[in-house]
C-alpha cells in the first residue's frame, strides 16, 4: 500500500510548455506539501496546504499553483516551464501542521525541461 | 532565519566500522532537529528528530543523534555500518513553524 504517491514519476518537457504533477496520500492526513530538490540536492518547501489554508514560500515563482481537489490530493501546476524548473519534486503529508508531525514523502517526480 | 550545514557531501566507511555524519544548525529559537534518509530513486524516510526533551535521539535502523545545544550540532551515529545504510542523508531544522529547512545531504557509502 503506497502512502504518498506521485505520477508521473519522470516527465520531459520543452520550455514554455504547462505541466503537472499529482500527488495522492490514502494516510487521512489534513496536511500536504510540495517540495523541490535541485540538483545539488537542495531540498526547498515550496508550498503547505492544511484545510484549504496555503502557504507558499516567497521564493516560489508565481507560475507554480498547487492544486487541491479534495483532502487526498494536491497537484502541483506549472506555467511556462524554464530550464531552471529542472529538478525533482517531492510531495509530502502529514497527520497535522507543524513540524511535530511526521512528513511521509512521495517517491518524487523527475522533471527536466529542454 | 533557520539553516543547517551539512559537513562532507560524501562519507565512506568501511562495514562494521562507526558511521558519524555532521550537522550544524543556525537558529533564533529552540529548533526542531530532523534527519532523513533517502534510498535510491525513493522519497525521504524520517530517521529520528529532537524536538524537546531527552538530547539523545533514538531513531530507526541502529542511528542515534545528539543535540548539543552549545555547539549548535546535530550529529547521526550508528555504531557499526550495514550494506543497507548506503543512502542519502539529510538534516532539517524547523522552528515553530511549518517550514523545515534542509541541509545539501550527505551521500553515504558502505565498503564491504
Known amino acids: 500500500d503506497t502512502a504518498v504517491s506521485q505520477t508521473p514519476k519522470y516527465l520531459v518537457t520543452q520550455m514554455g510548455n504547462d505541466k503537472s504533477i499529482k500527488c495522492e496520500q490514502n494516510?487521512?492526513?489534513?496536511?500536504m506539501y510540495w517540495y523541490k530538490q535541485d540538483s545539488k540536492k537542495f531540498l526547498k518547501i515550496m508550498f503547505s496546504y492544511n484545510n484549504k489554508e496555503l502557504i507558499i514560500n516567497e521564493t516560489v515563482p508565481n507560475r507554480f499553483s498547487p492544486k487541491s481537489p479534495d483532502k487526498a490530493h494536491l497537484n502541483l501546476h506549472i506555467n511556462s516551464l524554464e530550464l531552471g524548473d529542472s529538478a525533482v519534486y517531492f510531495c509530502?503529508?502529514?497527520?497535522?501542521?507543524?513540524?511535530?508531525?511526521?512528513?511521509?514523502f512521495g517517491p518524487g517526480t523527475r522533471l527536466t525541461v529542454t | 532565519a533557520q539553516s543547517v550545514t551539512q559537513l562532507g557531501s560524501h562519507v565512506s566507511v568501511s562495514e562494521g566500522a562507526l558511521v558519524l555524519l555532521r550537522c550544524n544548525y543556525s537558529?533564533?529559537?529552540?529548533?526542531?532537529l530532523f534527519w532523513y534518509v533517502q534510498y535510491p530513486n525513493q522519497g525521504l524516510q524520517l530517521l529520528l528528530k529532537y524536538t524537546t526533551g531527552a538530547t539523545l535521539v533514538k531513531g530507526i535502523n541502529g542511528f542515534e543523534a545528539e543535540f548539543k545545544k552549545s555547539e549548535t550540532s546535530f550529529h547521526l551515529t550508528k555504531p557499526s555500518a550495514h550494506m543497507s545504510d548506503a543512502a542519502e542523508y539529510f538534516c532539517?531544522?524547523?522552528?515553530?513553524?511549518?517550514?523545515?529547512?534542509f541541509g545539501a545531504g550527505t551521500r553515504l557509502t558502505v565498503k564491504p
Open positions: 537558529s533564533s529559537v529552540p529548533p526542531y
Open positions: 494516510l487521512g492526513h489534513d496536511t
Open positions: 509530502a503529508s502529514s497527520e497535522g501542521t507543524g513540524v511535530t508531525y511526521e512528513q511521509y
Open positions: 532539517a531544522v524547523s522552528d515553530l513553524g511549518n517550514d523545515m529547512r
